[in-house]
């Protein structure tokens, strides 16, 4: 029976009116509310194809650490158990240094990997003037700078170390840790960050703020590719790759993490870093086609 039917000959200030009316609107709401549930059960569904699940997951020892990764994803660093511990592209262990055994003072802070994974370099305390150059096979050296070392990072081929320092002192070394070369910037600033362009002879000094960005104030970029164009960004509510037209090309599902995200340069593995007290664990995604170039 319509509603306008079943209120005739009901006065309007009656108890009875206005428990039908409460009826009417009530039973309304609940058949939109259903509606509104199945149109959002679709929306998740039609976006399934782009979310990424973990390729694998690695819970650190208490204490444990992530330190770095690889930029093309092929091996991940970690500090735990008094060593720092080379991954491979899967979460397994390829080879550790165990620092502990050659000094209690050895806190790993700056710390880089070449391009064959096959060696690392590693920065102390702010009171520590020493870099550790250690290689795969067992072979370690202790490198003097001048300054505290605030940045390391390998050249291209990984056989060349960038040492950068607090006083805006630059340093390069072979993989024997002789001196090559050094420069002093034109300014006494720290040197934060370190990247060796493509043609491995130009260095460039990074921006970890990564300011002059413009998004939404709770999201950060993580990286971006120019040719096409890319982006990861993360936010409170998502980690996703976005093309130039604002389109999801991959997703990662919401849930609690810090700003702790790192994509490989070729887009194609992205660790993302959860931290609950003392408890780590990294996961690791496999990304594909469209959002790698």
Known sequence: MPATEALQGIRPDSR??????????????????????????????AGAQDVLTPAWTKTLAKGGRFLAAHELGRCILVDQNGAIEVLDETGALAWRWNYRKVSRLIYPQETAVSADCDAIATTGSATYKYTWLVEKGGKSVMIGSMGTPSAVQFDRTGQRLLIGTFTGMLQMHDR??????????????????????????????????????????????????????????????????????????????????????????????????????????????????????
């Open 16 to 45: 009875e009116f206005r428990w039908q009316i409460n009826c009417c609107v009530e039973g309304m709401a609940k058949a939109l509310s259903v509606v509104l549930v199945f149109l959002l059960a679709f929306a998740s569904t």
């Open 176 to 293: 024997a840790g002789y001196l090559l070369l050094t420069r002093a910037v034109r300014a006494p600033v720290t040197i934060e960050g370190l990247a060796v362009m493509n043609d491995n002879g130009r260095v460039a000094f990074q921006d970890r703020d990564s300011g002059g960005v413009e998004m939404q104030y709770d999201a950060w970029l993580l990286a971006s590719s120019a040719d096409p164009k890319r982006q990861w960004l993360a936010s409170s509510e998502r980690i996703a790759c976005f093309d130039e037209q604002g389109r999801v090309l991959a997703e990662i599902p919401s849930q609690t993490f810090y700003r702790e995200v790192v994509v490989s340069r070729d887009f194609g593995q992205v660790v993302r870093i959860d931290r609950d007290g003392n408890t780590t664990r990294l996961f690791g995604y496999t990304v594909t086609a469209p959002c790698k170039p």
